[in-house]
């Protein structure tokens, strides 16, 4: 199929949007549960009686939940509409919203376990769904991008977006809006969901177990899994010492570096978004799209801990963001284009192995800065890339 039928064939972003307004919807609420959280930790660790670091270390159990909860309901995601699903998803988030806001030590926990296991369950579901609005497999990757570009958006606004409002009611309000929002939404969801039937009906069932030798024998499925698992290690354990990095470098204070995230955050976006837009439209380049990416991440990393000059050192911080978001935009095109009525549960599969991801980073980053400092740091991101660039080699066409 040529670029211009490819082109014809999948719609303008913004009509695109217009017809996905309510996953987009749904991805933007499902992160502002933990950014409430992450804006608002000092107050949240008084009104809870323990430290920041106390508190702020119970974050890794949604990470905990995330990956069982991914791992464990990957194969049943295509045997139930994915409205449906996503409803369940948004039901718990409000749920676990409304704990947080309780605001005690138990509360905070079961705030953090829960929004883990709510966050494995819609993320994939909207994607897939999402994907399931359009019947050519160049749009329907595109759908599925155009959900984690909204995502990636959300995670750079939420903050000064939720800023003004906490304002007036405080971090308790943010989280009740917010579950009243995802209660709302999941209702709507529901009903959208009940008339619907699963990808799968009609078609023969394989097992529990057997689902995941089928994803296993999706064309680059297992190399685009491990892909993502460690571009995701790299990406957030980087951002896990990224504010420290530019302290001890630059003598950056949190003002000045709130820029800086910002820089990021918009250069991950945009990345996401022209990445899932091109490749829409030239489907011959999205295997080399990807080994590229991973190599941008890869020379922007090894570089960027033994920069000492800001302006190279933000311009590291931009090529960087722009790498990963490259090649999450690949990862999910493919997976979506390949996996076709199993599309759902590959989804939940890559969101699992993401959050174990994210744990890895943050662990092994730690270990490299506590044995040789930032160059130890470095040797270890720039080491996850590597595997993930040959990993990128074994997708083939």
């Known amino acids: 199929m040529t670029t211009q039928q490819l082109t014809a064939e999948v719609p303008g972003d913004l009509r695109m949007a217009k017809r996905l307004w309510p996953f987009l919807l749904a991805s933007t609420v499902s992160l502002i549960p933990f950014t409430v959280f992450g804006m608002y930790l000092v107050p949240i660790s008084e009104a809870a009686g323990g430290s920041v670091a106390e508190i702020g270390g119970l974050r890794g159990l949604g990470g905990l939940a995330a990956l069982a909860v991914g791992v464990t309901l990957a194969p049943l995601m295509d045997r139930v509409p994915r409205e449906l699903v996503a409803a369940g998803g948004l039901a718990l988030l409000g749920v676990s919203a409304a704990l947080g806001a309780v605001g005690n030590v138990f509360a905070?926990?079961?705030?953090?376990?829960?929004?883990?296991?709510?966050?494995?369950?819609?993320?994939?579901?909207?994607?897939?769904?999402?994907?399931?609005?359009?019947?050519?497999?160049?749009?329907?990757?595109?759908?599925?991008?155009?959900?984690?570009?909204?995502?990636?958006?959300?995670?750079?606004?939420?903050?000064?977006?939720?800023?003004?409002?906490?304002?007036?009611?405080?971090?308790?309000g943010n989280l009740l809006a917010a579950a009243a929002i995802a209660l709302i939404l999941s209702v709507a969801f529901f009903v959208r969901g009940r008339g619907r039937t699963a990808p799968t009906t009609g078609k023969q069932r394989v097992s529990y177990l057997a689902t995941y030798r089928e994803l296993a024998r999706i064309p680059g499925a297992v190399p685009l899994l491990a892909v993502a698992m460690l571009r995701t290690a790299a990406f957030m354990g980087y951002l896990a010492y990224l504010a420290a990095f530019y302290d001890d470098r630059f003598d950056l204070s949190p003002g000045w570096f709130a820029l800086v995230w910002s820089l990021s955050g918009a250069s991950f976006f945009l990345g996401n978004l022209l990445a899932g837009r091109y490749l829409a439209t030239d489907r011959a380049w999205t295997e080399r799209l990807l080994l590229i990416g991973v190599v941008v991440a890869l020379v922007a990393v090894?570089?960027?801990?033994?920069?000492?000059?800001?302006?190279?050192?933000?311009?590291?911080?931009?090529?960087?963001?722009?790498?990963?978001?490259?090649?999450?935009?690949?990862?999910?095109?493919?997976?979506?284009?390949?996996?076709?009525?199993?599309?759902?549960?590959?989804?939940?599969?890559?969101?699992?192995?993401?959050?174990?991801?994210?744990?890895?980073?943050?662990?092994?980053?730690?270990?490299?800065?506590?044995?040789g400092g930032y160059p130890g740091t470095a040797l270890t991101f720039a080491a996850l890339t590597l595997v993930a660039a040959g990993c990128a080699l074994r997708v083939r066409r």
């Open 108 to 172: 905070v926990a079961a705030f953090c376990l829960l929004i883990g296991a709510s966050t494995s369950i819609l993320a994939p579901s909207i994607g897939a769904a999402a994907a399931d609005r359009f019947r050519s497999p160049a749009a329907a990757g595109r759908a599925a991008t155009l959900v984690s570009a909204t995502t990636s958006a959300m995670a750079m606004l939420a903050a000064p977006v939720l800023a003004g409002p906490g304002l007036i009611w405080g971090w308790r």
């Open 302 to 371: 090894t570089a960027f801990y033994f920069s000492s000059s800001l302006p190279l050192t933000l311009a590291l911080t931009a090529a960087m963001g722009a790498g990963h978001a490259t090649v999450a935009a690949c990862v999910t095109t493919l997976l979506v284009r390949r996996s076709g009525d199993l599309r759902g549960s590959a989804l939940s599969v890559n969101a699992a192995g993401m959050s174990l991801g994210t744990f890895l980073g943050a662990a092994l980053g730690g270990l490299g800065l506590g044995l």
